[in-house]
């Protein structure tokens, strides 16, 4: 199993729709642990670690999201592992 952590960052109509809430449920299923919080800039910052196929599944639900978001870009950073105790949102 080998550990992964990106950042992301998600634009769109992602604020105020339950995105980061949606996104912790994802993360917890899937055993991913990081952070969602909204940004100044309307955008929601994401930062997922865990193993690497489970951090891609989160990574590709973020260009969904919840029903009432309208993702228009997703741009992605890798980072070094690390290992957060749980996935909060911000």
């Not at 729709?17 to 955008?43: I, K, S």
């Amino acid at each position: 199993m080998s550990k992964r952590c990106v950042k992301a960052l998600v634009s769109g109509k992602v604020q105020g729709v339950w995105f980061r809430r949606a996104t912790q449920e994802q993360a917890l299923q899937h055993g991913v642990t990081g952070h969602a919080r909204n940004l100044p800039d309307g955008r929601v910052e994401v930062l997922l670690c865990g193993d690497g196929e489970a951090v891609n599944q989160v990574a590709a639900w973020l260009w969904k999201g919840p029903p009432n978001a309208r993702v228009t870009h997703v741009e992605f950073e890798p980072l070094e592992p690390r290992d957060p105790d749980n996935f909060v949102t911000l």
